[in-house]
């Protein structure tokens, strides 16, 4: 009667002790392997397969899934290292690395420590291609340095599976007594472009000063000249309107005189009635006149013309 009544209790913790064997063995059966990340699989210790992104089973106490393998670029800094210029300057240079895993068997079974193998790498290739160089090809020319250390460490690391994507040169830092002497170097090189500046600046401007003073030299002359030329044309032109006045005027008297057909009495009495008027003055005057008019001057006197012997007169008393 005992043995009957705990026989029930003995299967359910059979069951309770199955049921859970059951889920813990279905737990280290199924895997699941973010995206860009890949598991190595190890049957028996030995390689079996590689575990792609999504859900996957193994073999429980047989498949041993090792950590996880990420497949997105990486990022590794590492500190800085001494390293001996062409021209015996040392330096101390920071460097950056940016790799990417392409093989993850490769990176798991080819290396032990890939990240400690890269940056002995680095180091080595950076003491081997800036030896070469002086302290100021290696200030000028560090994309020269980065493409030869991406070449030497991408050409090694790629048979442990990793491709290096760029290498980076943080900083070159020389000793305090070159940075001093750089320094020096730079602020005289400065001061010495300032003083070019400033002697190109003050020509410059003594060139422009110049050349304003002569184009407004030229424009002044260039003014009087034409301010002369017209002055000159109005005065051509007032004359030629004056002559061309007179000989209008003389026309028209001497058309008048022609169309009113006078005779010498007429013309020697209109004379001897201007010889007054020319005689007057205090400058001394002489007048020829011929005998031919006297004549017929005294002829218009007979003729009773008014003025004719007061004319006469003062022709005889001077």
């Known amino acids: ?23 813990f063995f279905l ?15 190890e049957r028996l210790g030995k390689y079996h397969r590689t575990l792609e992104p999504g859900l996957a089973l193994v073999v429980p106490f047989i498949d041993k899934v090792q950590p996880l393998i990420d497949l997105r670029e990486q990022v590794v800094t590492f500190p800085p290292q001494p390293v001996i210029t062409a021209d015996n300057v040392t330096v101390q240079i920071d460097t950056v690395i940016y790799f990417t895993v392409t093989d993850p068997k490769a990176v798991t079974y080819e290396i032990a420590n890939p990240l400690q193998a890269i940056e002995q790498l680095t180091i ?6 800036v030896g070469g160089l002086t302290l100021e090809g290696a200030l000028t020319g560090r994309d020269t340095v980065n493409d030869a250390l991406r070449l030497v460490l991408d050409q090694k690391t790629g048979q442990w599976g990793i491709r290096i994507a760029t290498v980076e040169i943080k ?12 320094e020096k170097q730079m ?14 600046g003050s020509r410059e401007s003594q060139i422009l000063t110049a050349e304003g003073e002569r184009q407004a030299r ?9 301010s002369a030329i017209l002055t000159a044309q109005g005065e051509r032109e ?60 005294k002829g218009l006197a007979n003729l009773g013309f008014p003025g004719v012997d007061e004319a006469l007169a003062k022709k005889t008393s001077q």
């Open 187 to 200: 602020r005289a090189e400065r001061d010495k472009r300032a003083t070019i500046l400033t002697a190109e």
């Open 124 to 129: 080595t290739t950076l003491r081997n291609v």
């Open 238 to 297: 007032s004359k030629i309107l004056e002559a061309e006045g007179e000989a209008k005027a003389i026309a028209n008297v001497f058309d008048a005189i022609h169309q009113a057909n006078p005779d010498q009495a007429l013309l020697a009495y209109q004379y001897l009635q201007m010889l007054p008027k020319l005689a007057d003055g205090d400058a001394s005057k002489i007048f020829v006149i011929p005998t031919e008019f006297t004549e017929a001057a």
């Open 27 to 41: 737990l280290r059966a199924v895997r699941i392997v973010p995206q860009q990340r890949r598991g190595i699989v």
């Open 1 to 23: 009667m005992i043995i009957a009544a705990e026989t029930p209790g003995v299967g359910v913790i059979i069951g309770i002790a199955f049921a859970l064997f059951a889920l």
């Open 171 to 182: 900083a070159i830092d020389p000793p305090m007594s070159i940075q001093e002497a750089m």
């Open 218 to 226: 030229i424009l002044r002359a260039e003014g009087e000249r034409q």
